[in-house]
């Protein structure tokens, strides 16, 4: 028995710690000027983040060297990962974020390779609008509606119509959408707190 | 001053602390009395086990995304939030993993959060070891992205590549770059069930994905997988705190409309 | 060659090429102004009062010569540039002209970059520290580390958590520096680029004038703060840019860029409607 409960706690130990841990840095919020109890917690966890990233770059690495070695079909990607990844943290090591080859690369990598995915989410939100947008029920074809309305508010289209459209339009945005997107926040909100109630009652965990 | 700048000074001046223990002890007070209450179902959780038998039928890969969940310090609201996915994020894939272990499919995940990869080992682990077939697990299968754009352009490359038979993406994506996995999936037949954080997120899960659940449904995972009552009850309990603030509302604008407020 | 007519690249392509055809001779088309982005401007141009916190109402005159302007990169500007680059020019055009001091934090190495790679190159040229305006009117932190509790913690003092600024320079030594340190009073503007967390740190407090400027996307939920009174106005997105283009009086590109927009609604509205009509014929033919 005792034996059980020995290991019971030491299952939900990184529960409790979470929940410590999560209230003392959740103080500062409500503590004014924060103590420095608090404030060396959060520091201490913010610095530790990065060697959990170490540690997962590694694996990473580790996962497309493997590749390589058995001869996988992605063998050029993985080659590419592993290249660029030794290349930035050799970069990283020697010049750090101030290199000026570091800054040439990301600005000319990283950037470009955000700019490519904020392209394709442009036509990829249009995508389905071809794709699947049929007034199959009264709801669907009220938010066809709804979306022709954005695209008229956002466009000159609507006023080259009629003024009353981007009207309309900005009404649905400032009002309707700014209402539900506050009762989505307050939703989730309370959802969060209910979430600490369940971890305070051990209801929730933080390991399997 | 007048009645509504002392309301306002007053609601300014109320802790978070203060609401957080007033919420805290009405959740407390919902776990003793109402145990027992039937919830309705909410598709993530359904859906993503359908999404496993999907994969099992067509023979292809499960992709388990869930994006930017995981611990961060932004310190605002919307970098916390993330943060309340993790347990339910986690709770979900062990129960996707010990269904795929049975069925013996193969599920890879995405994240961009280092410390959640370290924890979705643990949970996936016990999960394959949960369906009998703890050899089925693959480490290497849970996938580490150091950013959004490496974790969007790798899914998009195996969605075609697989491709996947299904994607469960339950988490935080970003500024709707989700909607590029969901059509490269849909391109690939792949069945897709979807539950973000951001409502701007969402939104693309509205647009383009089979299921989908709000962010509150998806906090709340772990307790519809639990066959535990007093997470179920805690859950209910949330209503009565929503009962209450409309109550608010809707009195503050009667008494603002007559002019008294 | 055998085209496939039902594959989705195709859409891909016609997106492409109608940007790149109107991008070739952009034209400026009407389009109203919203009412966020009008007190945007005016709380530049003329002001405002705020009193969230009633005990203590703060007026701001107006973006004048000193002013002291905050400038938050900490949203999702890295994602969102696209959407905001030519509002962002504008409104920095702007602020230049009126002689505006302004400090630029960016609160990640995505942000910085993508200010680095568009932005402060076309104010101040490829060697920031060397131009006039630095250290004078212009001072850059760049990215330091810490979210919105950095902010918190900056409201007592900024230089007695960051006491340089991105090239390493004292801020005690930097002249637009010597009046800008507390920013709970010091700072006279912020101006978020899809920052969040602004209303709790700053305005409830302390009453600071909050501006925010965000991509279109963000205006889903930015619109709730400025609705609640806690931002004093909104640029959103390439239109937004066009708005504040045309309530300055600044020339630029995100009037034009209206075009490109408008031709991709169009192609999207007729594409649904077309698909809409077609699912309505295959449904009374079964």
């Known amino acids: ?30 503590t004014e000027p924060g103590w420095e109890g608090a404030l060396v917690i959060r520091n201490a966890t913010t ?46 090591l020697v010049g750090g974020m101030a290199d000026p080859t570091m800054a040439a690369l990301y600005a000319n990598v990283n950037v470009i390779g955000t700019m490519a995915v904020i392209s394709a989410i442009s036509i990829s939100v249009f995508s389905p609008m071809i794709r699947i947008y049929r007034a199959k029920t009264p709801i669907m074809g009220f938010l066809i509606l709804l979306s022709i309305l954005a695209l008229f508010t956002y466009t000159p289209i609507g006023e080259m119509i009629h003024p009353a459209i981007p009207r309309l339009g900005d009404f649905v945005q400032i009002w309707i959408s700014g209402a539900s997107d506050s009762a989505f926040w307050i939703s989730t909100y309370i959802g969060a707190v209910a979430l600490i109630t369940r971890m305070i009652l051990l209801k929730e965990r933080l390991r399997p | ?110 994240t961009t959060n280092a410390v959640y990869a370290l924890m979705s080992h643990d949970f996936m682990q016990r999960g394959f070891a949960e369906s009998g ?48 996995i969901y059509e490269a999936l849909a391109t690939e037949g792949a069945m897709i069930v979807a539950g973000e954080i951001w409502p701007n997120d969402n939104s693309m899960a509205a647009l383009a994905a089979d299921y989908m659940s709000f962010s509150e449904e998806n906090i709340a995972i772990g307790s519809y997988l639990s066959d535990d009552p007093v997470p179920k009850a805690i859950l209910a309990g949330e209503d009565i705190i929503k009962v209450f603030l409309i109550a608010i509302v809707i009195i503050g604008g009667i008494l603002a409309g007559a002019g008294v407020w | 060659m055998n085209i496939k007519w039902k594959d989705t690249r195709l859409i891909y392509l016609v997106i492409f090429l109608v940007i790149f055809g109107t991008s070739l001779t952009p034209i400026t088309l009407p389009l109203p102004v919203v009412q966020w982005s009008k007190e945007f401007y005016k709380v530049i141009d003329e002001g405002v009062t705020v009193s969230v916190n009633p005990d203590n109402p703060r007026h701001f005159a107006g973006v004048k010569e000193g002013t002291r302007v905050m400038i938050l990169n900490s949203g999702e500007t890295a994602k969102l540039w696209g959407d905001m680059s030519e509002a962002v020019k504008a409104v920095w055009t ?35 520290q060397s131009h006039s305006d630095y250290g004078v009117s212009f001072v850059d932190l760049g990215f330091v580390a810490g979210g919105n509790a950095l902010l918190e913690q900056w409201r007592t003092s900024l230089r007695a958590i960051t006491p340089v600024d991105r090239y390493g320079n004292s801020l005690a030594d ?83 860029y209206m075009l490109n927009s408008m031709a991709i609604a169009l192609i999207v509205t007729v594409a649904i409607v077309v698909g809409n009509i077609q699912y309505l014929m295959s449904r009374r033919e079964t």
Not at chain 1, 13 to 27: D, E, K, M, Y
Not at chain 2, 10 to 15: E, K, N, Q, S
Request: a neutral charge.
């Open chain 1, 1 to 30: 028995m005792g034996q059980q409960s020995q290991t019971n706690i030491v299952q939900e130990l990184p529960t409790i710690l979470g929940v410590i841990g999560l209230f003392i840095i959740a103080s500062l919020y409500w």
């Open chain 1, 47 to 92: 610095l530790s983040l990065p060697f959990a990233t170490i540690i997962t770059v590694g694996l990473l690495i580790r996962r497309h060297a493997r590749n390589i070695i058995r001869r996988e079909e992605t063998t050029p990607y993985d080659a590419i990962t592993i290249g660029s990844a030794v290349l930035i943290v050799l970069l990283g």
């Open chain 2, 1 to 110: 001053m007048t009645m509504n700048q002392l309301v306002l000074q007053a609601l300014v001046r109320v802790d978070v602390l203060g609401v957080f223990i007033a919420f805290f002890l009405v959740l407390l007070g919902a776990s003793f009395t109402l145990r027992g209450v039937s919830l309705r179902s909410i598709p993530t959780v359904e859906a993503s086990l359908e999404a496993v038998r999907a994969c099992s039928e067509k023979g292809n890969p499960l992709l388990f995304d869930t994006g930017w969940t995981g611990a961060n310090f932004w310190g605002h609201s919307s970098g916390l939030t993330t943060l309340c996915f993790v347990p339910a994020t986690l709770e979900l894939l062990r129960a996707i993993s010990r269904e795929s272990g049975k069925l013996g499919v193969r599920v890879i995940t995405g």
């Open chain 2, 133 to 180: 077939h703890p050899e089925r697990f693959i480490p290497t299968d849970i996938r580490f992205y150091p950013d959004n754009t490496a974790l969007n352009l790798s899914d998009v490359e195996m969605a075609h590549r697989l491709p996947f038979g299904a994607a469960v993406m339950v988490g935080g994506h970003n500024q709707t770059s989700n909607v590029v």
């Open chain 3, 94 to 128: 702007d602020l230049r002209r009126r002689g505006a001091h302004i400090l630029l934090w960016s609160s990640s190495v995505d942000n910085q970059a993508i200010l680095d790679k568009y932005l402060i190159p076309y104010f101040y040229g490829l060697d920031p």
């Open chain 3, 174 to 256: 930097i002249p637009m520096m010597q009046n800008f340190d507390a920013m709970r009073i010091d700072c006279d503007l912020i101006i978020g680029l899809d920052a969040r967390g602004l209303e709790s740190i700053y305005v409830i407090r302390y009453n600071t004038p909050v501006l925010e400027m965000g991509g279109t996307d963000s205006a889903g939920y930015l619109a709730l703060s400025y609705t609640a009174g806690y931002f004093q106005g909104m640029i959103m997105g390439q239109r937004g840019g066009a708005e504040y283009e045309f309530l300055s009086g600044i020339p630029g590109r995100a009037s034009a």
